[in-house]
């Protein structure tokens, strides 16, 4: 069993209590490593050592702060093989996926950020008797919290600018896949990252995350995961006016319309749908298609979908790996006997895989449901999962309609040929990310995020480096 250690003050060291919490590999349903099972006493020990390095980390320049993240970035890089290896392990998505997506983007986003921060600039504005400049100063001390199904990938994708901006960060990765997390750890003290620039605090969401959210010292919280749990951060977190920042849940409409460009389109609705066992918050989990091609389109989609291999994450073959949790397995196949219930018909999938050697994992074949109300639960409600719904649509009145019905608004697609119509339809769309004839290609300078419950502010960019810092008007009378 490897245990995990928290990176505090910049040394590794076990939980206060000594207490741990069960890692599964999901591929196998077994416990494999141990995670601290922190409490507020390691919450305040991270804080303590985050706010004595504000002072020196905020005076570092920004040359030095992005040397020592690009460090970073390389010693990500030159740990791809092993860094996916463990990502794959801790979390059941195939090693090659990891590999090909998550690594690499851990390796970006500090490398994005360390350059990022040179190019930062702020705005003056002048009057005919004074000039006034806006200075954007390091908040602090600031929290990020991240889910279990981009693990290293989210984690630190808000880690990144935090240190860019001069901040100092207690940082909780998923209980669920913490093991990257604990390995980025060794590659900040190689790298010469300062103690205390960066604290990690494994564990439990309510005994670790929601200390964060109370703490008085803490300036602002990044926070990606749940709506419920986003909620629950704001409720309590407003009232003591810290910055946040909540990326949460979907439930990503595919808007496919009978001109677009059919292979392209089914090429990418297959990646959009069950990508990462569909458990990316961007999958498009409501596939809406132009009533004239629905049969066809249909029939071609259960055709592949019913070939794609779930197997073994190690296995280069599968192109579906298992289900992080054995919690989160369960909730996937009650949505499928829900659907069922809702009067949907299973096309395709609906049922779990046992693979040869690994019958003890959490694998569920790829799902495809049809014949549900466009309000039914299953089709308002966040799955998270190998399961997508296919549904007519006549009018393009009709598929926005049935588009911005949820109570989300993380990202869409839309696939047409007709470039008036994917303005107008853009435009519309209730979503903080629209992809038109294409999924998932991400510029890390754009805006990312969700409206209505799916997000609170922006990251990306400087979104994200505006987001870590405080602006500060200064204003000269020149008389
Ligand atoms: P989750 O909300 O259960 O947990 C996220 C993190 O919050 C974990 O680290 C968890 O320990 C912590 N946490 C739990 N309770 C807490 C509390 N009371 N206070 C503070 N922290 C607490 O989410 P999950 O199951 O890990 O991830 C899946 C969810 O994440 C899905 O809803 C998915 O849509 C969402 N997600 C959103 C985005 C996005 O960019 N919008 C990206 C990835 C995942």
Same mark, same amino acid.
């Given at each position: 069993m490897i245990k995990i250690k928290n990176y505090i003050n910049g040394a590794l060291v076990a939980p206060i209590s000594n207490e741990y919490l069960d890692v599964f590999d999901p591929s196998i349903g077994k416990p494999y490593a141990e995670v601290p099972d922190s409490d507020i006493r390691d919450v305040e020990a991270a804080i303590e050592a985050a706010e004595n390095a504000c002072a020196?980390?905020?005076?570092?320049?920004?040359?030095?702060?992005?040397?020592?993240?690009?460090?970073?970035?390389?010693?990500?890089?030159?740990?791809?093989?092993?860094?996916?290896?463990?990502?794959?392990?801790?979390?059941?998505?195939?090693?090659?996926?990891?590999?090909?997506?998550d690594i690499p983007r851990a390796e970006s986003n500090f490398r994005f950020f360390a350059q990022a921060i040179t190019q930062f600039s702020t705005q003056t504005h002048e009057m005919s008797e004074a000039i006034n400049y806006t200075l954007r100063q390091p908040l602090g001390v600031v929290a990020t919290i991240s889910p279990w199904n981009l693990p290293l990938y989210l984690f630190t994708w808000k880690i990144a600018p935090a240190i860019a901006a001069g901040n100092c960060v207690?940082?909780?990765?998923?209980? %669920?896949?913490?093991?990257?997390?604990?390995?980025?750890?060794?590659?900040?003290?190689?790298?010469?990252?300062?103690?205390?620039?960066?604290?990690?605090?494994?564990?439990?969401?309510v005994k670790v995350g929601a200390e964060f959210s109370k703490h008085p010292k803490v300036k602002a919280i990044s926070f990606t995961g749940s709506t419920r749990v986003g909620k629950a951060i704001a409720t309590t977190a407003a009232p003591l006016f810290k910055k946040l920042s909540l990326e949460m849940g979907g439930?990503?409409?595919?808007?496919?319309?009978?001109?677009?460009?059919?292979?392209?389109?089914m090429h990418q609705i297959i990646r959009t749908s069950f990508g990462n066992q569909g458990q990316i918050c961007l999958c498009g989990s409501r596939i809406l298609v132009e009533a004239s091609i629905y049969d066809q389109f249909k029939k071609d989609f259960v055709a592949i979908t019913s070939k794609l291999k779930v197997g073994p994450p190690s296995h280069p073959t599968s192109k579906s790996g298992?289900?992080?949790?054995?919690?989160?397995?369960?909730?996937?196949?009650?949505?499928?006997?829900?659907?069922?219930?809702?009067?949907?018909?299973?096309?395709?999938?609906?049922?779990?895989?046992?693979?040869?050697?690994?019958?003890?994992g959490w694998y569920i074949?790829?799902?495809?449901?049809?014949?549900?109300?466009?309000?039914?639960?299953?089709?308002?409600?966040?799955?998270?999962?190998? %399961?997508?719904?296919?549904?007519?649509?006549?009018?393009?009145?009709?598929?926005?309609?049935?588009?911005?019905?949820?109570?989300?608004?993380?990202?869409?697609?839309?696939?047409?040929?007709?470039?008036?119509?994917?303005?107008?339809?853009?435009?519309e769309l209730e979503a903080?990310?629209?992809?038109?004839?294409?999924?998932l290609l991400r510029d890390l300078r754009t805006p990312f995020g969700?409206?209505?419950?799916?997000?609170?502010?922006?990251?990306?960019g400087f979104e994200a480096l505006k987001f870590f810092t405080e602006p500060k008007n200064v204003c000269i009378h020149i008389g």
């Amino acid at each position: 069993m490897i245990k995990i250690k928290n990176y505090i003050n910049g040394a590794l060291v076990a939980p206060i209590s000594n207490e741990y919490l069960d890692v599964f590999d999901p591929s196998i349903g077994k416990p494999y490593a141990e995670v601290p099972d922190s409490d507020i006493r390691d919450v305040e020990a991270a804080i303590e050592a985050a706010e004595n390095a504000c002072a020196n980390w905020a005076a570092t320049s920004i040359n030095d702060r992005a040397r020592i993240m690009t460090k970073i970035a390389d010693l990500i890089g030159a740990n791809l093989d092993r860094l996916a290896k463990a990502e794959s392990l801790d979390n059941g998505k195939p090693v090659w996926l990891a590999k090909r997506v998550d690594i690499p983007r851990a390796e970006s986003n500090f490398r994005f950020f360390a350059q990022a921060i040179t190019q930062f600039s702020t705005q003056t504005h002048e009057m005919s008797e004074a000039i006034n400049y806006t200075l954007r100063q390091p908040l602090g001390v600031v929290a990020t919290i991240s889910p279990w199904n981009l693990p290293l990938y989210l984690f630190t994708w808000k880690i990144a600018p935090a240190i860019a901006a001069g901040n100092c960060v207690i940082a909780k990765p998923s209980e %669920v896949t913490p093991m990257t997390a604990y390995l980025l750890a060794e590659l900040c003290i190689e790298a010469g990252l300062p103690a205390g620039v960066l604290n990690i605090v494994h564990g439990d969401g309510v005994k670790v995350g929601a200390e964060f959210s109370k703490h008085p010292k803490v300036k602002a919280i990044s926070f990606t995961g749940s709506t419920r749990v986003g909620k629950a951060i704001a409720t309590t977190a407003a009232p003591l006016f810290k910055k946040l920042s909540l990326e949460m849940g979907g439930k990503n409409p595919n808007l496919i319309f009978a001109d677009c460009d059919y292979e392209k389109m089914m090429h990418q609705i297959i990646r959009t749908s069950f990508g990462n066992q569909g458990q990316i918050c961007l999958c498009g989990s409501r596939i809406l298609v132009e009533a004239s091609i629905y049969d066809q389109f249909k029939k071609d989609f259960v055709a592949i979908t019913s070939k794609l291999k779930v197997g073994p994450p190690s296995h280069p073959t599968s192109k579906s790996g298992a289900i992080v949790s054995k919690v989160h397995y369960e909730k996937i196949l009650s949505y499928i006997e829900l659907a069922k219930e809702e009067g949907g018909k299973i096309l395709a999938g609906g049922t779990p895989v046992f693979p040869e050697g690994h019958e003890d994992g959490w694998y569920i074949q790829p799902t495809i449901i049809e014949d549900l109300p466009h309000d039914a639960r299953c089709n308002m409600e966040e799955i998270f999962g190998p %399961v997508v719904t296919i549904m007519p649509f006549e009018t393009d009145q009709q598929a926005l309609d049935y588009a911005n019905a949820t109570e989300y608004g993380l990202s869409a697609s839309i696939w047409t040929e007709n470039i008036t119509r994917a303005h107008k339809m853009a435009k519309e769309l209730e979503a903080g990310i629209v992809w038109v004839n294409t999924w998932l290609l991400r510029d890390l300078r754009t805006p990312f995020g969700g409206v209505k419950n799916s997000g609170v502010g922006r990251e990306g960019g400087f979104e994200a480096l505006k987001f870590f810092t405080e602006p500060k008007n200064v204003c000269i009378h020149i008389g």
